[in-house]
């Protein structure tokens, strides 16, 4: 099992670029979950979705962020246009969506937006 | 709603000490509960988890058993080492309702040699 995959790693681009991370979740999860991770806010839930499909969105701070999920294999989370307080780590993590299921998370990308 | 409360890091200790990270929650009905650990430039991984109460945690020499009475489930381990330096997360989740899991904000571990 490959695990959680995420790409990039790092991401550095400038102010008002388009930015595009990629996230695959391990085969057979059916959740699967964005967060954002800085120093100053901890880990936040941006979105996520079951069985492909958007449920909770309410933690995407604007709407310069939106996430898409095209198939069971492929999520992404796209910042347009990017702003310096965009800069953190975003996680991609997935599940098999019981409550005593544990969440699998990717190794990030690391954003910084100059 | 749900919510996870941690112990405030950093937590400073030398090697082979003692360790005990608090974790307080609330919550209806009956979740399962989980410490996950986050190595710098790493994603969270899940150290272990108990899904009922009294059930005993353990994975690499840490424990944490769930303390429905207390609504707590503290980690511990008898002797840390330097390559137990990380970020500690407590959280919750369950089988009814918004599955959402809950995260405490994360208490970070140094260990000195």
């Known amino acids: 099992d490959a695990g959680v995959i995420q790409s990039p790693r790092h991401e550095v681009t400038e102010m008002g670029q388009e930015v595009t991370l990629r996230c695959k979740p391990i085969?057979?999860?059916?959740?699967l979950f964005w967060y954002r991770q800085t120093m100053m806010r901890g880990l936040e839930l941006l979105i996520y979705f079951n069985n492909n499909v958007p449920i909770d969105d309410s933690g995407m701070p604007e709407d310069r962020f939106s996430a898409k999920m095209p198939n069971a294999s492929f999520s992404t989370l796209k910042i347009q246009p990017s702003e310096p307080r965009d800069s953190a780590v975003y996680f991609c993590?997935?599940?098999?969506?019981?409550?005593?299921?544990?969440?699998?998370f990717g190794n990030g990308t690391r954003l910084t937006v100059t | 709603g749900d919510s996870v409360t941690q112990m405030e890091g950093p937590v400073t200790l030398s090697e082979e000490a003692f360790l005990t990270i608090n974790c307080t929650y609330t919550a209806t009905g009956y979740p399962s509960l989980f410490w996950y650990v986050q190595y710098p430039g790493e994603g969270l991984q899940l150290l272990l988890k108990?899904?009922?109460?009294?059930d005993k945690g353990s994975n690499k020499g840490f424990e944490a058993t769930y303390r429905k009475e207390t609504t707590s489930f503290h980690l511990e381990k008898g002797s840390v080492q330097v390559s137990d330096s990380a970020v500690y997360f407590c959280?919750?989740?369950?089988?009814?309702?918004?599955?959402?899991?809950?995260f405490g904000r994360g208490t970070s571990l140094i260990v000195h040699p």
């Open positions: 959280a919750l989740s369950r089988a009814g309702g918004s599955y959402i899991p809950t």
């Open positions: 085969s057979g999860h059916d959740y």
């Open positions: 108990a899904t009922k109460a009294d």
């Open positions: 993590a997935s599940s098999l969506g019981q409550g005593y299921s544990p969440l699998h």
